[in-house]
């Protein structure tokens, strides 16, 4: 059974950084297209950043240039490292995974295969 397990979110205050990591069970992330998305209660989860099996990567507008999206083929984890953290970066942030590395960044939701069960980042002012 596919496993992504999320780790490193936290409290930090407004222009901090944090990594992200996503390990990753039952599931080649080389292989494999990745992303880190977030969602706010009540509102849609939105794409932040994807890799692709290749190593090409995409960013979303609201990270681009803070946020950096990596992967430990060794240790089959995903990582998502933030940096001049803000406010309204504050979400729960999901990985997901796509086997058959077709998805983008705005590939919906549902066509993504496996999803973490999430990890908070909360951003104080």
């Known amino acids: 059974r596919v496993n992504l397990v999320e780790r490193g979110g936290g409290s930090v205050q407004a222009g901090g950084s944090l990594r992200l990591s996503c390990e990753a069970s039952?599931?080649?992330?080389?292989?494999?297209?990745m992303g880190w998305f977030r969602q706010v209660s009540g509102n849609e989860r939105e794409g932040l950043a994807v890799i692709d099996a290749d190593g090409y990567t995409t960013y979303g507008d609201s990270v681009k240039g803070r946020f950096t999206i990596s992967r430990d083929n060794a240790k089959n984890t995903l990582y998502l490292e933030m940096n001049n953290l803000k406010p309204e970066d504050t979400a729960m942030y999901y990985c997901a995974a796509d086997p058959s590395d077709v998805a983008t960044l705005y590939t919906p939701q549902f066509q993504w295969d496996y999803w973490g069960q999430g990890t908070q980042v909360t951003v104080s002012s």
């Open positions: 039952e599931l080649t992330a080389s292989t494999s297209t």
